[in-house]
T-cell receptor, first 114, second 111 residues
């Protein structure tokens, strides 16, 4: 069956522009997570959705970052006024029920801010 | 402040030998630990996990050991195979839905 998909796979943007990253989770998975991995760093938690609600937004680095999920399915991570330090691979994962149930990751979106 | 630490950025092991990847954590509330494996240009994939009520969990060539008093866990791969070359992430959870990842260790299996 289809896994988690993310688009675009690569995004190059100029500093100050807004970007939208998309995640399509595995059908039926109620939980959806966004992480980012900057060069040489581990996976950094950004936000978690249970259904369409985000009970934990504590990882969002600044108010330039926002995310939404609709239809308990697709999620969009938006970064406004991008900065060079936003350059990273943004990974999305979904799990059946949340908690410690296994997370299945997408391939990621590599964002480069020039 | 890193709550999950993988202090070895890389490790090289001869094919057929044992690979041991180490992970330390600081939060005593963590009660569930996971290892993920990541190939280049792919997302991480779940490998093995362990609950804090256990000190060992084995799955084929992979065994995870947990030492709660030392706040240390390790992943053993034996025998190591070329396809094991990847980045391995240690992760921990405290029953919240947030999982904290380490920085990863790049494992190279040498022919």
């Amino acid at each position: 069956g289809a896994g988690v998909s993310q688009s675009p796979s690569n995004k190059v943007t100029e500093k100050g522009k807004d970007v939208e990253l998309r995640c399509d989770p595995i059908s039926g998975h109620t939980a959806l997570y966004w992480y980012r991995q900057r060069l040489g760093q581990g996976l950094e938690f950004l936000i978690y959705f249970q259904g369409n609600s985000a009970p934990d937004k504590s990882g969002l680095p600044s108010d330039r970052f926002s995310a939404e999920r609709t239809g308990e399915s697709v999620s969009t991570l938006t970064i406004q006024r991008t900065q060079q330090e936003d350059s990273a691979v943004y990974l999305c994962a979904s799990s059946l029920t949340g908690g410690v149930s296994e997370q299945f990751f997408g391939p990621g979106t590599r964002l480069t801010v020039l | 402040d890193q709550q999950v630490k993988q202090n070895s950025p890389s490790l090289s092991v001869q094919e057929g030998r044992i690979s041991i990847l180490n992970c330390d954590y600081t939060n005593s509330m963590f009660d569930y630990f996971l290892w993920y494996k990541k190939y280049p240009a792919e997302g991480p994939t779940f490998l093995i996990s362990i609950s804090s009520i256990k000190d060992k969990n084995e799955d084929g060539r992979f065994t995870v050991f947990l030492n709660k008093s030392a706040k240390h866990l390790s992943l053993h791969i034996v025998p190591s195979q070329p396809g094991d070359s990847a980045v391995y992430f240690c992760a921990a959870s405290d029953r919240d839905d947030k999982i904290i990842f380490g920085k990863g260790t790049r494992l190279h299996i040498l022919p």
